[in-house]
């Protein structure tokens, strides 16, 4: 037995180990990365669940021009909601350019871009719209957590 088989021998074991140690190592990180993939999902669940919103009232104001509809939504929820991840369809077109406000006990804010973000519960977000349609509207709002409430008016 010369140093050829001796020298062999080593880098095997060290081939070994090293292969070993990156087997190791790839299977932790898939491991922890599917643990947080199903932590975040319980959580969204769990938001999901704790989420409830319902269209109070929808009005559609012919006298101006271009028309004005307004839909007034209470969070009847546990959670706070997102003001700006709320949106409104119309018709199932989505809708850009609305007015939102937050009824509180206290009184009305502006929200949105330029006011609050918080939609706590049992507040009302009334989201208005400044275009022309012919009735019936459906109205669809979709939050954050993806709760829907629809209603078509009248």
Same mark, same amino acid.
């Given at each position: ?15 070994? +180990? ?10 932790? !990180? ?24 319902? #269209?109070?009232?929808?009005?559609? /104001?012919?006298?101006?021009?271009? /028309?004005? #509809? ?8 546990? !959670? ?10 119309? !018709? ?7 007015? @939102?406000? +937050?009824?509180? /006990? /206290? ?13 706590? $519960? ?6 208005? +719209? @400044?275009?022309?349609?012919?009735? $019936? #509207?459906?109205?669809?709002? +979709? ?10 008016? $009248?």
């Amino acid at each position: 037995m010369g140093f050829s088989v001796s020298g062999g021998t080593a880098i095997i074991l060290i081939a070994a +180990v090293a292969s070993a140690g990156m087997l190791y190592t790839t299977a932790y !990180n898939g491991y922890e990365s599917v643990q947080d993939a199903n932590e975040i999902e319980s959580a969204s669940d769990l938001e999901r669940a704790n989420t409830e919103v319902e #269209i109070v009232n929808v009005t559609h /104001d012919t006298s101006v021009s271009p /028309d004005e #509809i307004a839909v007034t939504v209470r969070n009847e929820g546990s !959670n706070s909601l997102s003001v700006t991840d709320t949106d409104l369809l119309l !018709n199932g077109t989505y809708q850009i350019n609305t007015t @939102r406000t +937050v009824s509180t /006990d /206290d009184g009305t804010l502006t929200a949105g871009a330029d006011g609050t973000d918080l939609w706590q $519960p049992q507040e009302e977000l009334t989201i208005s +719209v @400044r275009e022309d349609h012919s009735e $019936p #509207i459906s109205v669809k709002i +979709v939050t954050g957590p993806g709760v829907t409430a629809t209603e078509v008016y $009248p």
